[in-house]
């Protein structure tokens, strides 16, 4: 079974950096055509896509975290990354990667519902 393992977490202070990772080794080893995405939910409110990636290199950033937030894969495309640069207290959230088989159009690669893989998630608090 594919599993997705997100670290990196943890508490920054505002305008603090931090960078997530996610094991992303059980998709991008198997498959030949991907989205992977990193997703926030904050309590209270419903889960919100941040940044994708496609099997091609193409990204795609929700409007709030272009410039401050930055998706990539490592050289071996094992692990995918978040940077997440001048952080500010809503930012704070569980942070997760989602993974899907196949390149989403365009217009879903944020949205929840197309993603089928999910990780368990990793916390980041901004104060």
């Known amino acids: 079974q594919v599993q997705l393992v997100e670290s990196g977490g943890g508490s920054v202070e505002t305008g603090g950096s931090l960078r997530l990772s996610c094991t992303a080794s059980?998709?991008?080893?198997?498959?030949?055509?991907?989205?992977l995405a990193w997703f926030r939910q904050a309590p209270g409110h419903e889960r919100e896509g941040l940044a994708s990636?496609?099997?091609?290199?193409?990204?795609t950033y929700a409007e709030r975290v272009q410039g401050r937030f930055f998706i990539s894969l490592d050289n071996d495309k094992s692990t995918l990354f978040l940077q997440m640069n001048d952080l500010k207290p809503e930012d704070t959230a569980m942070y997760y990667c989602?993974?899907?088989?196949?390149?989403?159009?365009?217009?879903?690669?944020?949205?929840?519902?197309?993603?089928?893989?999910w990780g368990q998630g990793t916390q980041v608090t901004v104060s």
């Open positions: 989602a993974a899907s088989v196949i390149v989403l159009q365009l217009g879903s690669r944020l949205m929840r519902r197309p993603y089928n893989h």
């Open positions: 059980g998709y991008t080893h198997v498959y030949t055509k991907y989205t």
């Open positions: 990636v496609t099997s091609a290199g193409v990204t």
